[in-house]
Nanobody
């Protein structure tokens, strides 16, 4: 059973930065995709950033502000979030697709507020 554990969430002021990390219980070398999604209250879960076999994709609302990266030696994927806005407030989930199975972490809360 693959487990994903997120960390790094918290409260930050508008304009600030946070770095989320997701640690996988198995090697991520063969993951088809690995990335981050988020869900705000009353809204559907949406793509934030994902790394696939052909490159990296970002949601339109975070382009130019967020950066996703992976470290295969540590089996982790990180999300550097800069210039945070109140509308970035959500629960952020790590996701990995491996051998046609999709795995989710438990989520970490990010709150952007003055």
């Amino acid at each position: 059973q693959v487990q994903l554990v997120e960390s790094g969430g918290g409260l930050v002021q508008p304009g600030g930065s946070l770095r989320l990390s997701c640690a996988a219980s198995t090697s991520i070398d063969t993951a088809s995709t690995i990335g981050w999604y988020r869900q705000a209250p009353g809204k559907q879960r949406e793509l934030v950033a994902v790394i696939t076999g052909v490159g990296t994709s970002y949601g339109d609302s975070v382009k130019g502000r967020f950066i996703i990266s992976r470290d295969n030696t540590k089996n982790t994927v990180a999300l550097q979030m800069n210039s945070l806005k109140s509308e970035d407030t959500a629960v952020y989930y790590c996701n990995m697709v491996m051998r046609w199975e999709s795995y989710w972490g438990q989520g970490t809360q990010v709150t952007v507020s003055a």
